[in-house]
């Protein structure tokens, strides 16, 4: 486990953390005016490789060759030239800060970092964090690379879990939850969806999914990973035969040999990529992050009533099973492209056609 303390002074700014996997929802935007909760669970932290935030430049300001060695491939609006390797804690587990008035910038309902950092170290001033808590926004307190310094725990330390711990203790992320306005007191107005979790995270494999296709059509497997992927696929890939094959791989669960491409789990501590023990990968890895992973190799973990007969004696439900949401599922629109823009692949211009289409696409219901 570790500490963050500033690098000015070194003064303790968090709780002790463990690192857990970025979430593939990080910089999601999801909606107008919806009320996300807290991005990281209390006592984790996880690491951007990427830069994000300002200062931003636009993409015509760019000098040519500079956007490939910053590992994108493709145009975009603008691109970050902040540090790399921010640090992401839930706010909870931020200690010895201050707001900083002149820097608390939002949108609409709250802190969004717009304006660079936004809280200081309580003991020397020095600007170490952004608190985002904007509406549409997930909650999370962003400490700044350059600002902060990590430092063990004694006698602290996680060794990560193995795969076969992850499967007896994880959790599957449900794709459908409730979802409330800003303005809407806690369970009094709220409206079942697609999980903004699922969304991001499809948007990511799908992008995955596309580059590994080679431009062919693709199949997936019936239920809900069909339910999640095949229409966009259908509406972004050429159709006729012959289809590359989509199937679900991982620990406990063999590859299928005919497969053309596997939807694998990313390991919730370390964010390494699942891979057979022992067999060399055939077949293109796409990876999905654990707990939606594994939702749809077990998407039914908690049935509401028994499959068969009836409710054992002494047993109450007094939990409906979930709604379903009123719309199909759509991909999000920006973790696709954010994950489709930095694969060396995107060059090709079938893929080019796609990022250059991508708010057709959206007008028509596909992300």
């Known amino acids: 486990m570790f500490v963050f303390v500033c690098v000015g002074c070194g003064a303790e700014l968090t709780a002790p953390l463990s690192q857990v996997a970025l979430p ?17 669970e209390a006592g984790t932290f996880a690491v951007d490789p ?29 691109l970050s030239y902040a540090s790399p390797g921010a640090v992401v804690i839930a706010p909870g587990d931020a200690r010895g800060t201050l707001l900083i008035p002149e ?65 007896a203790s994880g959790e599957g992320t449900p794709p459908f939850e409730p979802i409330t306005t800003w303005a809407s007191r806690p369970g009094s107005e709220y409206w079942w969806s697609w999980s903004p979790r699922w969304e991001a995270a499809v948007g990511q494999a799908l992008a995955h999914v596309l580059v590994a296709s080679e431009g062919r059509p693709v199949t997936v497997p019936g239920g809900l990973i069909g339910e999640v992927f095949q229409r966009a696929l259908d509406a972004l890939l050429p159709a006729g035969p012959p289809a590359r094959r989509v199937a679900l791989a991982g620990p406990g669960r063999r590859p299928d040999p005919d497969a053309d491409i596997l939807l694998v789990p990313v390991h919730p501590q370390t964010a390494e990529i699942w891979t057979q023990a022992g067999a060399e990968a055939t077949a293109p890895l796409v990876p999905l992050p654990f707990g939606v992973w594994l939702w749809l190799v077990r998407p039914e973990p908690n049935l509401p009533n028994p499959a068969t007969g009836g409710m054992p004696d002494g047993v109450l ?43 057709q696409y959206m007008r028509a219901g596909v992300f």
């Open 317 to 359: 439900r007094d939990h409906p099973p979930a709604q379903r949401p009123h719309r199909l599922f759509r991909a999000d629109p920006r973790a696709f492209e954010r994950t489709l823009v930095r694969l060396p692949a995107v060059r090709d211009q079938w893929l080019r056609e796609i990022l250059d289409n991508l708010m």
């Open 103 to 167: 820097n608390a910038g939002g949108y609409c309902c709250g802190l969004d970092g717009g304006d660079g950092p936004n809280m200081a170290c309580e003991s020397c001033g020095l600007p170490v964090a952004s608190r985002v808590d904007d509406c549409s926004l997930w909650q999370a307190v962003w400490l700044a690379p350059d600002a902060v310094r990590r430092v063990p725990v004694d006698g602290a330390e996680v060794v990560p879990l193995s795969w076969a711990e992850v499967m």
């Open 24 to 40: 593939a929802h990080a910089h999601q935007s999801y909606g107008n005016g919806i009320q996300l909760p807290v991005l990281m």
């Open 50 to 78: 990427e830069p994000w935030g300002p200062p931003w430049r636009r993409w015509e300001e760019i000098p040519p060759g500079e956007a490939v060695a910053r590992g994108v491939y493709a145009p975009v609006f603008a």
